[in-house]
Protein backbone atom coordinates (compact mmCIF):
# COMPACT_ATOMS: atom_id res chain seq x y z
CA UNK A 1 0.00 0.00 0.00
CA UNK A 2 1.23 3.60 -0.82
CA UNK A 3 0.73 6.10 2.10
CA UNK A 4 -1.50 8.91 1.11
CA UNK A 5 -1.45 11.88 3.35
CA UNK A 6 -4.77 13.10 4.60
CA UNK A 7 -5.94 16.60 5.90
CA UNK A 8 -6.88 15.78 9.27
CA UNK A 9 -7.67 19.26 10.58
CA UNK A 10 -8.19 22.76 9.37
CA UNK A 11 -9.17 25.87 10.95
CA UNK A 12 -9.11 29.74 9.65
CA UNK A 13 -8.69 33.49 11.12
CA UNK A 14 -9.95 36.57 9.20
CA UNK A 15 -9.48 39.22 11.33
CA UNK A 16 -12.95 41.02 12.47
CA UNK A 17 -12.79 44.59 11.03
CA UNK A 18 -15.15 44.41 7.76
CA UNK A 19 -14.75 46.64 5.05
CA UNK A 20 -17.40 46.94 2.66
CA UNK A 21 -17.01 48.16 -0.56
CA UNK A 22 -19.75 51.17 0.86
CA UNK A 23 -16.55 51.94 3.32
CA UNK A 24 -14.10 51.39 0.44
CA UNK A 25 -16.17 54.53 -1.99
CA UNK A 26 -14.87 56.62 1.22
CA UNK A 27 -11.75 56.06 0.91
CA UNK A 28 -11.22 55.24 -2.79
CA UNK A 29 -12.25 56.60 -5.90
CA UNK A 30 -14.33 53.57 -6.54
CA UNK A 31 -18.09 52.00 -6.12
CA UNK A 32 -20.05 49.19 -4.96
CA UNK A 33 -21.56 48.63 -8.43
CA UNK A 34 -17.93 48.42 -10.47
CA UNK A 35 -16.47 46.01 -7.89
CA UNK A 36 -19.47 43.85 -7.41
CA UNK A 37 -19.83 43.74 -11.53
CA UNK A 38 -16.00 43.04 -12.31
CA UNK A 39 -14.90 40.91 -8.86
CA UNK A 40 -17.95 39.65 -7.37
CA UNK A 41 -16.74 41.36 -4.04
CA UNK A 42 -19.34 42.98 -1.38
CA UNK A 43 -16.74 42.89 1.39
CA UNK A 44 -13.44 41.66 2.87
CA UNK A 45 -11.43 41.66 6.15
CA UNK A 46 -8.33 44.41 7.28
CA UNK A 47 -6.07 44.07 10.04
CA UNK A 48 -5.58 46.60 12.17
CA UNK A 49 -2.41 48.00 12.23
CA UNK A 50 0.39 45.82 14.30
CA UNK A 51 -0.92 42.60 13.04
CA UNK A 52 1.31 40.85 10.37
CA UNK A 53 0.88 37.57 8.21
CA UNK A 54 2.46 35.31 11.30
CA UNK A 55 -0.50 36.08 13.34
CA UNK A 56 -3.16 35.34 10.81
CA UNK A 57 -1.40 32.43 10.56
CA UNK A 58 -1.10 31.15 14.27
CA UNK A 59 -4.04 31.68 15.32
CA UNK A 60 -5.12 29.87 11.95
CA UNK A 61 -2.83 27.43 13.12
CA UNK A 62 -4.19 26.61 16.81
CA UNK A 63 -7.53 26.19 14.90
CA UNK A 64 -6.27 23.14 12.78
CA UNK A 65 -4.54 21.70 15.52
CA UNK A 66 -7.61 21.62 17.92
CA UNK A 67 -10.14 20.42 15.01
CA UNK A 68 -7.18 18.04 13.90
CA UNK A 69 -7.10 16.89 17.89
CA UNK A 70 -3.69 16.47 18.35
CA UNK A 71 -0.95 17.94 20.73
CA UNK A 72 0.71 20.69 19.00
CA UNK A 73 4.12 19.29 20.08
CA UNK A 74 3.52 16.22 17.95
CA UNK A 75 3.85 18.75 14.85
CA UNK A 76 7.31 17.71 13.37
CA UNK A 77 7.48 20.21 10.27
CA UNK A 78 6.09 23.71 9.03
CA UNK A 79 5.51 24.58 5.97
CA UNK A 80 4.23 28.60 5.46
CA UNK A 81 2.70 30.18 2.29
CA UNK A 82 2.70 33.85 1.98
CA UNK A 83 3.40 36.59 -0.25
CA UNK A 84 3.37 39.13 2.91
CA UNK A 85 5.74 38.23 5.41
CA UNK A 86 6.13 40.02 8.11
CA UNK A 87 9.81 40.91 7.56
CA UNK A 88 11.65 40.68 4.42
CA UNK A 89 13.46 38.00 5.89
CA UNK A 90 13.19 36.13 7.88
CA UNK A 91 9.33 34.53 6.31
CA UNK A 92 6.32 33.71 8.61
CA UNK A 93 7.45 29.79 8.89
CA UNK A 94 9.97 30.21 11.99
CA UNK A 95 7.63 32.75 13.21
CA UNK A 96 4.36 31.09 13.13
CA UNK A 97 6.77 28.49 15.25
CA UNK A 98 8.02 30.21 17.52
CA UNK A 99 4.95 31.19 18.52
CA UNK A 100 3.92 28.09 18.52
CA UNK A 101 6.62 27.28 20.81
CA UNK A 102 7.73 24.82 18.64
CA UNK A 103 11.46 25.46 18.59
CA UNK A 104 13.51 23.27 16.93
CA UNK A 105 11.24 21.83 14.17
CA UNK A 106 11.77 23.05 10.42
CA UNK A 107 10.03 25.55 8.96
CA UNK A 108 9.72 26.08 5.56
CA UNK A 109 8.57 29.27 3.27
CA UNK A 110 7.03 29.02 0.14
CA UNK A 111 6.35 32.05 -2.04
CA UNK A 112 3.98 30.98 -4.64
CA UNK A 113 1.62 33.45 -4.33
CA UNK A 114 -2.18 32.99 -5.25
CA UNK A 115 -0.42 29.56 -5.93
CA UNK A 116 1.16 29.23 -2.18
CA UNK A 117 -1.05 26.60 -0.42
CA UNK A 118 -1.29 24.44 -3.33
CA UNK A 119 2.81 24.54 -3.71
CA UNK A 120 3.06 24.07 0.15
CA UNK A 121 0.55 21.12 0.21
CA UNK A 122 2.25 19.37 -2.84
CA UNK A 123 5.37 19.42 -0.74
CA UNK A 124 3.95 18.40 2.55
CA UNK A 125 2.54 15.67 0.85
CA UNK A 126 5.81 14.49 -0.60
CA UNK A 127 7.69 14.44 3.54
CA UNK A 128 4.13 12.42 4.32
CA UNK A 129 4.21 9.83 1.36
CA UNK A 130 8.03 9.64 1.71
CA UNK A 131 7.51 8.78 6.03
CA UNK A 132 9.89 12.05 6.42
CA UNK A 133 7.56 13.42 9.33
CA UNK A 134 4.23 12.42 10.46
CA UNK A 135 2.24 15.94 11.32
CA UNK A 136 2.75 18.59 8.87
CA UNK A 137 1.12 22.01 9.71
CA UNK A 138 0.58 23.82 5.96
CA UNK A 139 -0.09 27.39 6.84
CA UNK A 140 -1.05 30.06 4.48
CA UNK A 141 -1.67 33.79 5.80
CA UNK A 142 -1.50 37.41 3.96
CA UNK A 143 -1.83 40.52 5.21
CA UNK A 144 -1.71 42.50 2.04
CA UNK A 145 -4.03 45.43 3.00
CA UNK A 146 -1.53 47.95 4.31
CA UNK A 147 0.65 48.06 1.17
CA UNK A 148 -2.09 49.08 -1.12
CA UNK A 149 -2.35 52.03 -3.28
CA UNK A 150 -5.71 53.45 -2.27
CA UNK A 151 -5.72 56.28 -4.95
CA UNK A 152 -6.27 56.57 -8.98
CA UNK A 153 -3.43 54.75 -10.14
CA UNK A 154 -4.27 51.78 -7.53
CA UNK A 155 -7.54 51.47 -7.26
CA UNK A 156 -8.16 48.04 -9.46
CA UNK A 157 -5.89 46.10 -6.82
CA UNK A 158 -6.60 47.85 -4.15
CA UNK A 159 -10.56 46.64 -4.07
CA UNK A 160 -9.78 43.07 -4.67
CA UNK A 161 -7.76 42.04 -1.57
CA UNK A 162 -8.34 41.45 2.09
CA UNK A 163 -6.12 39.80 4.92
CA UNK A 164 -6.87 36.55 6.57
CA UNK A 165 -5.15 33.15 7.13
CA UNK A 166 -5.54 29.01 7.55
CA UNK A 167 -4.32 26.17 7.85
CA UNK A 168 -4.53 22.44 7.67
CA UNK A 169 -2.58 19.60 9.54
CA UNK A 170 -1.37 16.39 7.01
CA UNK A 171 -0.66 13.16 8.27
CA UNK A 172 -0.29 9.78 6.85
CA UNK A 173 -3.40 7.69 5.97
CA UNK A 174 -2.21 4.43 7.21
CA UNK A 175 -5.92 3.19 6.26
CA UNK A 176 -5.95 1.61 2.44
CA UNK A 177 -9.92 3.07 2.41
CA UNK A 178 -8.30 5.76 -0.98
CA UNK A 179 -8.87 8.86 0.93
CA UNK A 180 -5.99 11.40 0.96
CA UNK A 181 -4.36 13.66 -1.45
CA UNK A 182 -4.59 11.46 -4.78
CA UNK A 183 -2.50 14.17 -6.82
CA UNK A 184 -0.96 17.87 -6.62
CA UNK A 185 0.33 19.20 -10.18
CA UNK A 186 2.62 22.66 -10.34
CA UNK A 187 3.20 24.94 -12.92
CA UNK A 188 5.06 27.97 -13.83
CA UNK A 189 6.26 30.74 -16.33
CA UNK A 190 8.34 33.02 -15.05
CA UNK A 191 8.45 34.73 -18.26
CA UNK A 192 5.17 37.14 -16.81
CA UNK A 193 7.04 37.73 -13.51
CA UNK A 194 6.05 41.34 -14.19
CA UNK A 195 2.49 40.47 -15.06
CA UNK A 196 1.75 40.92 -11.51
CA UNK A 197 4.30 41.68 -8.63
CA UNK A 198 6.26 44.18 -6.95
CA UNK A 199 8.80 45.70 -9.01
CA UNK A 200 10.94 46.95 -6.27
CA UNK A 201 13.39 46.13 -4.86
CA UNK A 202 15.25 45.38 -8.00
CA UNK A 203 19.06 43.91 -8.22
CA UNK A 204 19.69 47.19 -10.13
CA UNK A 205 18.82 48.99 -6.90
CA UNK A 206 21.95 50.02 -4.65
CA UNK A 207 20.90 50.68 -2.19
CA UNK A 208 18.23 48.16 -1.83
CA UNK A 209 15.53 50.92 -0.58
CA UNK A 210 15.11 54.62 -1.86
CA UNK A 211 12.90 56.62 -1.20
CA UNK A 212 12.19 57.86 -4.45
CA UNK A 213 10.53 54.58 -5.41
CA UNK A 214 8.21 55.23 -2.22
CA UNK A 215 7.31 58.35 -4.07
CA UNK A 216 7.38 56.57 -7.15
CA UNK A 217 5.21 54.04 -6.04
CA UNK A 218 7.25 51.45 -7.12
CA UNK A 219 6.85 49.29 -3.52
CA UNK A 220 2.93 48.48 -4.19
CA UNK A 221 1.97 45.38 -6.39
CA UNK A 222 1.10 45.96 -10.10
CA UNK A 223 -1.13 43.89 -12.20
CA UNK A 224 -2.06 43.64 -15.64
CA UNK A 225 -5.07 42.85 -14.80
CA UNK A 226 -6.80 41.74 -17.95
CA UNK A 227 -3.59 39.57 -18.97
CA UNK A 228 -3.72 38.13 -15.50
CA UNK A 229 -7.77 37.71 -16.18
CA UNK A 230 -7.17 35.99 -19.37
CA UNK A 231 -4.24 33.43 -18.07
CA UNK A 232 -6.23 32.86 -14.86
CA UNK A 233 -8.90 31.69 -16.88
CA UNK A 234 -7.20 29.01 -19.39
CA UNK A 235 -4.67 28.06 -16.82
CA UNK A 236 -7.21 26.71 -14.47
CA UNK A 237 -9.27 24.75 -15.94
CA UNK A 238 -5.73 23.22 -17.82
CA UNK A 239 -4.39 22.42 -14.53
CA UNK A 240 -7.92 20.39 -13.51
CA UNK A 241 -7.62 18.38 -16.85
CA UNK A 242 -4.32 17.45 -16.11
CA UNK A 243 -5.17 16.36 -12.62
CA UNK A 244 -8.65 14.48 -13.41
CA UNK A 245 -7.00 12.63 -16.37
CA UNK A 246 -4.05 11.42 -13.89
CA UNK A 247 -6.84 10.19 -11.85
CA UNK A 248 -8.93 8.67 -14.03
CA UNK A 249 -11.78 10.81 -13.41
CA UNK A 250 -13.67 12.96 -15.48
CA UNK A 251 -15.74 15.77 -14.10
CA UNK A 252 -18.60 14.16 -13.10
CA UNK A 253 -16.81 12.55 -10.07
CA UNK A 254 -15.87 15.71 -9.12
CA UNK A 255 -17.82 16.81 -5.65
CA UNK A 256 -16.59 20.53 -5.31
CA UNK A 257 -14.11 22.44 -7.04
CA UNK A 258 -12.42 25.26 -4.72
CA UNK A 259 -10.93 27.49 -7.26
CA UNK A 260 -8.71 30.52 -6.26
CA UNK A 261 -10.95 33.26 -5.03
CA UNK A 262 -9.50 35.99 -7.38
CA UNK A 263 -12.55 37.24 -9.38
CA UNK A 264 -16.01 35.74 -9.05
CA UNK A 265 -15.86 36.55 -12.84
CA UNK A 266 -12.71 34.00 -13.27
CA UNK A 267 -14.24 31.09 -10.96
CA UNK A 268 -17.53 31.32 -12.80
CA UNK A 269 -15.44 31.40 -16.18
CA UNK A 270 -12.85 28.28 -14.97
CA UNK A 271 -16.24 26.66 -13.99
CA UNK A 272 -17.67 26.95 -17.74
CA UNK A 273 -14.51 25.83 -19.22
CA UNK A 274 -14.63 22.69 -17.34
CA UNK A 275 -18.74 22.06 -17.93
CA UNK A 276 -18.79 21.64 -14.16
CA UNK A 277 -21.84 23.26 -12.72
CA UNK A 278 -21.74 26.03 -10.51
CA UNK A 279 -23.29 24.86 -7.48
CA UNK A 280 -20.35 22.24 -6.92
CA UNK A 281 -17.84 25.31 -6.89
CA UNK A 282 -16.96 27.06 -3.80
CA UNK A 283 -17.14 30.67 -3.82
CA UNK A 284 -16.57 33.12 -0.98
CA UNK A 285 -14.92 35.52 -2.59
CA UNK A 286 -18.12 37.88 -2.21
CA UNK A 287 -17.32 37.77 1.69
CA UNK A 288 -13.58 37.77 1.81
CA UNK A 289 -11.57 39.36 -1.13
CA UNK A 290 -8.75 37.66 -2.83
CA UNK A 291 -6.98 36.86 -0.16
CA UNK A 292 -4.36 35.24 -2.02
CA UNK A 293 -2.11 32.02 -0.33
CA UNK A 294 -4.97 31.52 2.17
CA UNK A 295 -8.23 31.39 0.01
CA UNK A 296 -7.98 28.31 -0.85
CA UNK A 297 -7.41 26.72 2.85
CA UNK A 298 -10.03 29.64 3.84
CA UNK A 299 -13.12 27.99 1.39
CA UNK A 300 -12.39 24.78 2.12
CA UNK A 301 -12.71 25.14 6.17
CA UNK A 302 -15.33 26.90 5.71
CA UNK A 303 -17.01 23.94 3.68
CA UNK A 304 -15.71 21.26 5.57
CA UNK A 305 -17.41 23.08 8.78
CA UNK A 306 -20.58 23.73 7.35
CA UNK A 307 -21.21 20.15 6.27
CA UNK A 308 -21.08 21.05 2.32
CA UNK A 309 -18.09 19.18 2.01
CA UNK A 310 -18.32 15.32 3.18
CA UNK A 311 -16.61 12.19 3.88
CA UNK A 312 -15.96 10.93 0.88
CA UNK A 313 -16.32 13.86 -1.62
CA UNK A 314 -13.74 14.14 -4.09
CA UNK A 315 -12.57 17.61 -3.72
CA UNK A 316 -10.20 19.64 -7.28
CA UNK A 317 -8.34 22.83 -5.53
CA UNK A 318 -7.00 25.13 -8.11
CA UNK A 319 -5.09 28.57 -8.43
CA UNK A 320 -3.25 30.43 -10.43
CA UNK A 321 -1.41 33.61 -9.41
CA UNK A 322 1.90 36.14 -9.74
CA UNK A 323 4.67 34.23 -11.18
CA UNK A 324 3.33 33.27 -12.79
CA UNK A 325 2.57 29.79 -11.22
CA UNK A 326 -0.67 27.57 -11.01
CA UNK A 327 -1.64 24.27 -10.32
CA UNK A 328 -4.32 21.68 -8.93
CA UNK A 329 -4.46 18.61 -6.14
CA UNK A 330 -7.18 16.37 -5.71
CA UNK A 331 -8.23 15.07 -2.91
CA UNK A 332 -10.14 12.29 -1.76
CA UNK A 333 -12.41 13.14 1.83
O1 LIG B 1 -4.96 36.68 -7.32
C1 LIG B 1 -4.07 37.02 -8.33
C2 LIG B 1 -4.73 37.00 -9.59
N1 LIG B 1 -5.49 38.23 -9.79
C3 LIG B 1 -6.49 38.20 -10.63
O2 LIG B 1 -6.78 37.13 -11.13
C4 LIG B 1 -7.19 39.47 -11.03
C5 LIG B 1 -7.34 39.47 -12.51
N2 LIG B 1 -7.88 40.70 -13.07
C6 LIG B 1 -9.11 41.14 -12.78
O3 LIG B 1 -9.81 40.55 -11.99
C7 LIG B 1 -9.63 42.35 -13.51
O4 LIG B 1 -8.74 42.68 -14.55
C8 LIG B 1 -9.85 43.60 -12.61
C9 LIG B 1 -11.02 43.34 -11.66
C10 LIG B 1 -8.60 43.90 -11.83
C11 LIG B 1 -10.21 44.80 -13.47
O5 LIG B 1 -11.35 44.55 -14.26
P1 LIG B 1 -11.36 44.96 -15.80
O6 LIG B 1 -12.69 44.59 -16.28
O7 LIG B 1 -10.17 44.28 -16.45
O8 LIG B 1 -11.22 46.51 -15.74
P2 LIG B 1 -10.06 47.46 -16.32
O9 LIG B 1 -8.82 47.34 -15.53
O10 LIG B 1 -9.96 47.23 -17.79
O11 LIG B 1 -10.70 48.89 -16.09
C12 LIG B 1 -11.92 49.27 -16.68
C13 LIG B 1 -12.25 50.67 -16.23
C14 LIG B 1 -11.10 51.67 -16.43
O12 LIG B 1 -11.69 52.90 -16.78
P3 LIG B 1 -11.72 53.35 -18.34
O13 LIG B 1 -10.30 53.37 -18.81
O14 LIG B 1 -12.57 52.32 -19.03
O15 LIG B 1 -12.36 54.70 -18.25
C15 LIG B 1 -10.50 51.79 -15.06
O16 LIG B 1 -9.87 53.04 -14.85
O17 LIG B 1 -12.54 50.67 -14.82
C16 LIG B 1 -11.72 51.67 -14.18
N3 LIG B 1 -11.41 51.18 -12.83
C17 LIG B 1 -12.20 51.41 -11.78
N4 LIG B 1 -13.33 52.10 -11.64
C18 LIG B 1 -13.90 52.13 -10.42
C19 LIG B 1 -10.35 50.41 -12.44
N5 LIG B 1 -10.44 50.17 -11.14
C20 LIG B 1 -11.58 50.76 -10.70
C21 LIG B 1 -12.21 50.82 -9.45
N6 LIG B 1 -13.36 51.51 -9.36
N7 LIG B 1 -11.71 50.22 -8.36
Known amino acids: MNTKSIITGTGHFVPP ?37 SDLGYEAALRAIENAKIN ?6 IIAATLSPDHYFPGIGVLIQAKLDLSGIGALDVRNQCTGFIYALSVADQYIRTHTYKKILVVAAEVQTSNLDYSDDGR ?9 GAAVILEPNDKDDGRGVLST ?3 SDGNFASDLWMEKPSPK ?9 IDEKKYYPYMN ?10 KMPEAVKIAL ?3 GLTIEDVDHL ?5 NDRISLMVAKILRIPVEKVIRNIDRMGNTTAASIPIALDESLKSGRIKEGDTVVLTAFGSGYTWGSAVIKF
Do not use: C
Open 245 to 247: EEN
Open 185 to 187: HLF
Open 156 to 164: DIAVLFGDG
Open 72 to 77: KSEIDF
Open 17 to 53: KVVTNFDLEKMINTTDEWIRQRSGIVERHYVESGVGS
Open 225 to 234: GRNVFKNASE
Open 205 to 213: DNPTFRKEY
Open 258 to 262: IPHQA
